[in-house]
């Protein structure tokens, strides 16, 4: 019994000796300018997140972005310089900052397109890869000269899809190919339906061919 009560009293001596030597390390730190602060979070109210409700389903997140696109108007565009690579034996690949008016006269807008000039893609005027099955070949050259100086100066595109024909783009345009031509261009008709003599222009080919672009 006697043994215990030694015991506890030590162990209350050793916890006063820590507590004592902690304080004086304590005042250690204040005396040399570093300033430790010890929190309990425990003890501390947490700050309460507000939670922020997230569209749970695909519709309700259309939805969303919907409403945003009225606040806040159309995506916006990276300026970008307007390019066409005139692929061998292949699309337009156009980059820039287009706008595109559909046949039907709707609007759509983008920084890049890939655009049908076989006139087989079943999703003219969108390129589908159907110039693999119809064995689409041009090298993609380029035979007409600049009629514009180039600039690495953004500016707009807008790219007209013609019923039946061709597409027109109005602002300058830069055409290249892989072959290292190029041309300059403020505006022009590019050939969709895969039979001009002068690709990637349009030269009237399509009215001969009685190209259809409908579906
Ligand atoms: S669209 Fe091909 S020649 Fe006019």
């Given at each position: 019994m006697e043994d215990n009560s030694k015991a506890a009293a030590k162990t209350v001596r050793n916890a006063e000796q820590e507590s004592t030597a902690a304080g004086t390390d304590s005042n250690k730190s204040e005396a040399s300018g570093t300033f430790v602060a010890y929190m309990d979070d425990s003890a501390q109210p947490q700050p309460v997140r507000k939670q922020e409700k997230l569209p749970t389903s695909a519709k309700a997140l259309d939805r969303w972005f919907a409403e945003r696109q009225k606040q806040h108007g159309p995506r916006r565009l990276l300026e970008i310089p307007n390019e066409a690579l005139i692929a061998s034996a292949g699309p337009i690949n156009l980059t820039g900052n287009i706008t595109l008016v559909n046949e039907d006269g709707s609007l759509s807008y983008a920084n890049h397109l890939s655009l049908c000039?076989?006139?087989?893609?079943?999703n003219k005027p969108i390129c589908d890869q159907q110039h693999l099955e119809v064995e689409?070949?041009?090298?993609?050259r380029i035979q007409e000269a600049s009629d514009a100086q180039h600039t690495e100066r953004p500016s707009k595109l807008t790219i007209s899809v013609i019923k039946n024909g061709p597409i027109t783009f109005r602002g300058r345009l830069r055409l290249h190919n892989n072959l290292g031509q190029e041309c300059v261009k403020q505006r022009g008709s590019l050939c969709r339906?895969?039979?001009?003599?002068n690709k990637p222009f349009c030269d009237g080919s399509h009215e001969k061919t009685g190209f259809r672009s409908g579906r």
């Open positions: 000039r076989c006139g087989a893609s079943k689409f070949l041009h090298s993609g339906c895969g039979q001009s003599a």
